[in-house]
């Protein structure tokens, strides 16, 4: 990069990174995780920056000012807000005259993440509580921390703020425990593989897209896909194939359905139970061979 062909100041929202030339031409970048994509963030702007050491130094102690402990994942940290003894109480909260039930204050997850040694300070607390939110381990609830969400701004959007609620999302589940989920995981993940690799994935609550290894299995015949930026092997979804349909979306328009960062070679499979889920290939001919190969075990 040239010198002074970017200007200080580009956007990361999710795993995109947008870059704005000083001729006002846009650029935007797609990272496969969250990691990949801070990390880009941050040599891009040290370029930027490059012969202001003031900058540059400023920008390595925001770098270094948090960092989860490599001992910890945010499945540890939910896990120990559930915990019945020490974690976090939901409870009824009213805000502008509606109660909320089993909701619990900003301010409160803030006080609770310093104490449990997951946090030094209240600024660490919130970017955790961010991460957290963003990961769809909490959800925000009422009017307050709703119209955060809205305002765009990804540092304002966890509020350290007793009048703003959380909620845990539906889609949290504890650890597996009963020996038939155990028997049914095993059971699911038995089949012989197919066909594997990277696709976007539009999400059910938030409708967020995100990057997800998709392995597509037979015998029996299930589609899971796995969080690139954990080192666990454990997939964080997926479903059967049996009775469902697939389909490819027309490029022309956003379809019914669909939001967000929309690149195109979309296609669709509802499930058994009338589930949809919308993905999104790199090309169309990636779009047609993943589509032949699910329709092979429908």
Same mark, same amino acid.
């Given at each position: 990069? #040239?010198?002074?062909?970017? @200007?200080?100041?580009? %956007?990361?929202?999710?795993?995109?990174?947008?870059? @704005?030339?000083? $001729?006002? *031409?846009?650029?935007?970048?797609?990272?496969?995780?969250?990691?990949?994509?801070?990390?880009?963030?941050?040599?891009?702007?040290?370029?930027?920056?490059?012969?202001?050491?003031?900058?540059?130094?400023?920008?390595?102690?925001?770098?270094?000012?948090?960092?989860?402990?490599?001992?910890?994942?945010? &499945?540890?940290?939910?896990?120990?807000? &559930?915990?019945?003894?020490?974690?976090?109480?939901?409870?009824?909260?009213?805000?502008?005259?509606? *109660?909320?039930?089993? $909701?619990?204050?900003?301010?409160? %997850?803030?006080?609770?993440?310093?104490?449990?040694?997951?946090?030094?300070?209240?600024?660490?607390?919130?970017?955790?509580?961010?991460?957290?939110?963003?990961?769809?381990?909490?959800?925000?609830?009422?009017?307050?921390?709703?119209?955060?969400?809205?305002?765009?701004?990804?540092?304002?959007?966890?509020?350290?703020? !007793?009048?703003?609620?959380? *909620?845990?999302?539906?889609?949290?589940?504890? @650890?597996? !425990?009963?020996?038939?989920?155990?028997?049914?995981? $095993?059971?699911?993940?038995?089949?012989?593989?197919?066909?594997?690799?990277?696709?976007?994935?539009? /999400? &059910?609550?938030?409708?967020?897209?995100?990057?997800?290894?998709?392995?597509?299995?037979?015998?029996?015949?299930?589609? &899971?896909?796995?969080?690139?930026?954990?080192? #666990?092997?454990?997939?964080?979804?997926?479903?059967?194939?049996? /009775?469902?349909?697939?389909?490819?979306?027309?490029?022309?328009?956003?379809? *019914? /359905?669909?939001?967000?960062?929309?690149?195109?070679?979309?296609?669709?499979?509802?499930?058994?139970?009338?589930?949809?889920?919308?993905?999104?290939?790199? !090309?169309?001919?990636?779009?047609?061979?993943?589509?032949?190969?699910?329709?092979?075990?429908?």
């Amino acid at each position: 990069m #040239e010198d002074g062909v970017l @200007k200080e100041g580009f %956007l990361v929202k999710r795993l995109l990174i947008k870059l @704005k030339t000083r $001729t006002s *031409t846009e650029y935007f970048l797609e990272a496969c995780s969250r990691e990949e994509r801070d990390a880009w963030a941050f040599e891009i702007t040290g370029a930027i920056h490059a012969g202001q050491p003031g900058k540059v130094q400023q920008l390595h102690i925001l770098k270094n000012s948090f960092k989860l402990p490599p001992h910890i994942s945010l &499945h540890c940290i939910v896990d120990k807000m &559930h915990d019945s003894s020490g974690g976090i109480r939901p409870s009824p909260n009213m805000e502008q005259g509606s *109660t909320y039930k089993k $909701t619990f204050i900003g301010s409160s %997850l803030v006080d609770w993440l310093i104490s449990n040694s997951f946090s030094a300070n209240r600024l660490e607390a919130v970017t955790l509580a961010s991460m957290l939110m963003e990961e769809n381990f909490l959800r925000p609830v009422g009017v307050r921390s709703m119209g955060a969400i809205r305002s765009g701004d990804l540092a304002e959007q966890f509020l350290d703020d !007793s009048t703003a609620l959380y *909620t845990f999302a539906e889609s949290y589940k504890k @650890k597996i !425990s009963s020996k038939e989920d155990i028997s049914l995981s $095993t059971v699911e993940l038995s089949g012989a593989v197919v066909k594997q690799g990277y696709l976007a994935k539009q /999400g &059910h609550k938030r409708k967020n897209w995100k990057v997800r290894r998709f392995v597509l299995r037979k015998d029996p015949a299930f589609l &899971h896909y796995y969080d690139p930026s954990k080192e #666990e092997n454990r997939p964080v979804g997926g479903f059967s194939l049996r /009775g469902s349909l697939v389909s490819a979306l027309e490029d022309n328009g956003v379809p *019914t /359905g669909v939001k967000g960062n929309v690149q195109g070679n979309l296609f669709k499979v509802i499930t058994k139970d009338d589930t949809h889920y919308y993905i999104q290939a790199s !090309s169309r001919a990636e779009r047609t061979e993943w589509i032949e190969a699910i329709k092979k075990l429908t």
